[in-house]
Nanobody, 115 residues
Framework: VQLVESGGGLVQAGGSLRLSCAAS????????MGWYRQAPGKQREMVAT????????NYADSVKGRFTISRDNAKNTMYLQMNSLKPEDTAVYYC?????????WGPGTQVTVSS
């Protein structure tokens, strides 16, 4: 599975961005997709995940009510709609997939929120 993120950028606090993650390759094997982020000097953390078929979602407490994860299986693409962005949301955002016995990461996209 190959992953490419897009949609990052610079936005003012309170603004919105939508991230996309395009998957290719053995996409039929994907069980769970998710967004993770890593800020400078911090560990990578889970932001949101979504299951392949049922669309069950899970969010970090810090983004609940502000971020929405979704996926379009026909396009093999996952999205992260980010609203009411805060400076503490500044990080590199990574797309992740989990299959039976393996996991894949995209190269990441930078999101910077100015105060």
């Amino acid at each position: 599975v190959q992953l490419v993120e897009s949609g990052g950028g610079l936005v003012q606090a309170g603004g919105s961005l939508r991230l996309s993650c395009a998957a290719s390759g053995s996409t039929f094997s994907i069980k769970v997709m998710g967004w993770y982020r890593q800020a400078p000097g911090k560990q990578r953390e889970m932001v949101a995940t979504i299951t392949s078929g049922g669309g069950t979602t899970n969010y970090a407490d810090s983004v609940k009510g502000r971020f929405t994860i979704s996926r379009d299986n026909a396009k093999n693409t996952m999205y992260l709609q980010m609203n009411s962005l805060k400076p503490e949301d500044t990080a590199v955002y990574y797309c992740n997939t989990r299959e039976t016995g393996s996991s894949h990461w995209g190269p990441g996209t930078q999101v910077t929120v100015s105060s």
